[in-house]
T-cell receptor, first 108, second 115 residues
């Protein structure tokens, strides 16, 4: 079963930062936080992952709280092409358990 | 472009039939996972193969089976198809757990419709 809680949907204005929250209060010490997204009719796409420290790559930033019970994915300048379902996943290793995700709608 | 290709992209079967879906993984990726995604839901883990052996299975009955070949290709077989098997089937390749970099590379999926 998925170990994360995410809002069902969120809206964001084009050009603004999109902040997607995720709760994972039962995360264990060796489990990572992964973020994937799925644009309509495509396979899921990896965004970023982290264990304890905040992470940043060319797509996004991942902020993990000190107690690791929640995290936030930040898309710094959302574009219309970022409209997708965003999945927050907590697991160890390469077997991912997807929840329902958050539908992010970026609007002009 | 993930380097993972799946075939066929769409197919229609009737109840009771059998289906084989195929996947070609990224070269060098010794692990392949299969997921089922029903309409409006997140992908559900079916099973994973590592070096041609099943290495983990989700909550799916034995009529879902798989094969992985040395040339980085794999198959998902479903026997005795049921209406609820209608879904998008996704293949994902990666390095093995000990070498996992955090990224699964997904194909575009095979959409199966069971009538």
């Amino acid at each position: 079963d998925a170990k994360t809680t995410q809002p069902t949907s969120m809206d964001c204005a084009e050009g603004r930062a999109a902040n997607l929250p995720c709760n994972h209060s039962t995360i264990s010490g060796n489990e990572y936080v992964y973020w994937y997204r799925q644009i309509h009719s495509q396979g899921p796409q990896y965004i970023i992952h982290g264990l304890k420290n905040n992470e940043t790559n060319e797509m996004a930033s991942l902020i993990i709280t000190e107690d690791r019970k929640s995290s936030t994915l930040i898309l710094p300048h959302a574009t219309l092409r970022d409209t997708a379902v965003y999945y927050c996943i907590v697991t160890y290793g390469n077997k991912l358990v997807f929840g329902a995700g958050t539908i992010l709608r970026v609007k002009s | 472009e993930t380097g993972v290709t799946q075939s066929p992209t769409h197919l229609i079967k009737t109840r009771g039939q059998q289906v084989t879906l195929r996947c070609s993984s990224q070269s060098g990726h010794n692990t392949v996972s299969w997921y089922q995604q029903a309409l409006g839901q997140g992908p559900q883990f079916i099973f994973q193969y590592y070096r041609e052996e099943e290495n983990g299975r989700g909550n799916f009955p034995p009529r879902f089976s798989g094969l992985q070949f040395p040339n980085y290709s794999s198959e998902l077989n479903v026997n005795a198809l049921e209406l609820d098997d209608s879904a998008l089937y996704l293949c994902a390749s990666s390095l093995g757990q000990g070498a996992f970099t955090g990224e699964l590379f997904f194909g575009e999926g095979s959409r199966l419709t069971v009538l």
